[in-house]
């Protein structure tokens, strides 16, 4: 158990219909990533939070936004979902600078 | 653009040795991570370089040379729970995201 919790574990849903996936960091944990892994991309980097600002922005479309909460928790959400977000996302946090710890992923499924 | 490179599948047999390359170029460097990945679950870590030899812990050991752009991963005495993804991530500067290769698919059989 890497101490990172993500919700829900698994979700599917429509095309054009919106999302939120949530994430609870490791205690301590300031910085938050988010990424996204398909089968034909690997993991891909999407947002970075540091308390609560953003710091740092990868492959994210414009349909997608986060935001980190000031109890460090964070939240993606993805909008007009495409069958191509059909993905697993994962939550990850860190102390700034060292190792990522990785929650358990949600699975997205669009239909 | 950030580019790095790793086998897509490798196999080997419980008790073998396997090396793992990646080969990395991307515009800035501050050290070199390894995950494992089994499929559906969470990557969890496995080593860390950031100065250039050799990393032993247990039966896994990582090398980075940073001058040519390439780290190893050594798993040695396979076992079959090491059936899994092995991720090489590198950090580009300090206290930024991990940018992952796509991984290596590593089949231990018996």
């Known amino acids: 158990d890497s101490g990172v919790t993500q919700t829900p574990k698994h979700l599917i849903t429509a095309t054009g219909q919106r999302v939120t996936l949530r994430c609870s960091p490791r205690?301590?944990?300031?910085?938050v990533y988010w990424y996204q892994q398909s089968l034909d991309q690997g993991l891909q980097f999407l947002i970075q939070?540091?308390?609560?600002?953003?710091?740092a922005k990868g492959n994210i479309l414009e349909r997608f936004s986060a935001q980190q909460f000031p109890d460090l928790h964070s939240e993606l959400n993805l909008s007009s979902l495409e069958l191509g977000d059909s993905a697993l996302y994962f939550c990850?946090?860190?102390?700034?600078?060292?190792?990522?710890?990785f929650g358990e992923g949600s699975r997205l499924t669009v239909l | 653009g950030q580019n790095i490179d790793q086998p897509t599948e490798m196999t080997a047999t419980e008790g073998a040795i396997v090396q793992i390359n990646c080969t990395y170029q991307?515009?800035?460097?501050?050290?070199l991570f390894w995950y494992q990945q089994h499929a559906g679950e969470a990557p969890t870590f496995l080593s860390y370089?950031?100065?250039?030899g050799l990393e032993e812990k247990g039966r896994f050991s990582s090398f980075l040379s940073r001058s040519k752009g390439y780290s190893y991963l050594l798993l040695k005495e396979l076992q079959m729970k090491d059936s899994a993804s092995y991720l090489c991530?590198?950090?580009?500067?300090?206290?930024?995201?991990?940018?992952f290769g796509k991984g290596t698919t590593l089949s231990v059989s018996s």
């Open positions: 990850a946090s860190s102390v700034l600078g060292g190792e990522l710890f």
């Open positions: 205690s301590g944990d300031l910085s």
């Open positions: 939070y540091y308390n609560g600002e953003e710091r």
């Open positions: 991307t515009s800035g460097f501050n050290g």
């Open positions: 370089n950031v100065l250039d």
């Open positions: 991530a590198v950090k580009m500067e300090a206290g930024t995201a991990l940018i």
